[in-house]
């Protein structure tokens, strides 16, 4: 398996030296992670590595899964009866990407593979994000992933399931693909004034432009993203070339599983290549 150390910036990211040469890195991003409930590590890959992590997710890319949905903000099935016709719980929107599954990546010669598999990079995003012990995903299918977006892909705007991601920039599309939020929209949902259903409203109805934050597609850049509490989207891809971004999946729970209808949607099946059941 390849080095994960020799892919990454270690004079920028001294990744290897959390509490030496690190340790004054991971407060300011944990800091700006505490502040706008995302981080930016611009620069993380080296960018002599960058061409053949994008030629390895090209080969991947031509196997990916294609999900082409609708859903709501809230990723869930609304009750028609719970909620007016009008309100954000009901706003239905496209979101269409390709996926690849980890298991996928081949363990012997994956590079990225070998860094979302390295206990350094682990032990790095916890301290960033002031959760410890932090644990990769069990999920065989989606412990990490690459997704993959086509001219006329897009994500529609959401808020996650999950309380972070972690996301490696390799490749922008030709035009648009922009990843955007409202940072800190969602407060802890104790109760309805948490939600803030209005400003929501605003959002999806393209009425407060001014409370949206554009993150740039850079390539190699570490993303530590609080998608709980955050609207965002990525805007429809335009042009041939694909948008790739790889996601690492944590927990602070370990053995974590993804369920299987959410593998058979961005999978297109339940158990790894070669799995029996």
Avoid: C
Wanted: hydrophobic content about 40%; overall charge negative; charged content about 20%.
């Amino acid at each position: 398996m390849p080095d994960p150390a020799a892919l990454v910036d270690l004079g920028r990211y001294p990744v290897l030296d959390p509490t030496g040469a690190g340790a004054p890195v991971i407060v300011h991003h944990a800091a700006e992670l505490q502040k706008h409930g995302v981080s930016i590590l611009p620069g993380f890959l080296r960018a002599d590595v960058l061409a053949a992590l994008v030629q390895e997710s090209d080969i991947l890319a031509a196997g990916a899964h294609r999900q082409d949905v609708q859903s709501t903000p809230y990723l869930e099935v609304p009750d028609p009866e719970a909620w007016p016709v009008d309100h954000p719980r009901r706003a239905w929107a496209r979101s269409s990407v390709h996926t690849v599954a980890y298991d996928r990546f081949s363990a012997a010669t994956s590079g990225l593979r070998a860094l979302f598999e390295w206990d350094a990079l682990v032990g790095f995003v916890s301290r960033l994000l002031g959760r410890a012990p932090l644990y990769r995903y069990a999920d065989p299918l989606g412990a990490m992933n690459l997704t993959v977006m086509h001219e006329g892909d897009t994500l529609g705007w959401h808020f996650d399931q999950t309380d972070f991601v972690v996301s490696l920039a390799l490749q922008p599309s030709d035009g648009g693909g922009e990843f955007q939020n409202v940072p800190r929209l969602r407060g802890e949902v104790r109760e309805e004034a948490d939600e803030h259903y209005d400003t929501v409203g605003r959002v999806l109805a393209g009425e407060a432009p001014e409370l949206i934050t554009t993150i740039p597609m850079t390539p190699g850049t570490l993303m530590v993203f609080e998608g709980r509490g955050s609207l965002h989207r990525v805007t429809p891809v335009q042009g041939p070339t694909a948008r790739l971004v790889v996601l690492f999946g944590y927990d602070t729970k370990e053995g974590t599983m993804s369920s299987d209808v959410l593998k058979e949607i961005r999978y297109g099946r339940r158990h790894p290549e070669g799995a029996r059941g």
